[in-house]
Nanobody
Framework: QVQLVESGGGLVQAGGSLRLSCAASGRTFSPYAMGWFRQAPGKEREFVAAINWSGGSVYYADSVKGRFTISRDNAKNTVYLQMNSLKPEDTAVYYC???????????????????WGQGTQVTVSS
């Protein structure tokens, strides 16, 4: 089992920045690919970003490319999502997830991930 706890959400004005963190505990963190997803009210959960086990490969949704950066620190069992130039449409609950195996196509999809955090609210005001 891997337990995931997100933090760093909050209220920010459009154009501002936030840094989300996801701390993992339980089983060894480093073999897992990690992803960030988000879910706005009345909408399906959608892919935001993912990073492979080593941090050498990253993947982004088109809607956040150039604004968000995913990174990980395996020594600290933590994955980060730096969010810049935030827009009101970025408002959602953000979830981190851990998945085992290697699947660059799977990283974009929720079934790949075995473990999920409880989520952290991000609200961007206009």
């Amino acid at each position: 089992q891997v337990q995931l706890v997100e933090s760093g959400g909050g209220l920010v004005q459009a154009g501002g920045s936030l840094r989300l963190s996801c701390a993992a505990s339980g089983r060894t963190f480093s073999p897992y690919a990690m992803g960030w997803f988000r879910q706005a009210p009345g909408k399906e959960r959608e892919f935001v970003a993912a990073i492979n086990w080593s941090g050498g490969s990253v993947y982004y949704a088109d809607s956040v490319k150039g604004r968000f950066t995913i990174s990980r620190d395996n020594a600290k069992n933590t994955v980060y999502l730096q969010m810049n130039s935030l827009k009101p449409e970025d408002t959602a609950v953000y979830y981190c997830a851990a998945g085992s195996g290697y699947s660059p196509f799977g990283y974009y999809r929720t079934p790949f991930y075995n473990y999920w955090g409880q989520g952290t609210q991000v609200t961007v005001s206009s």
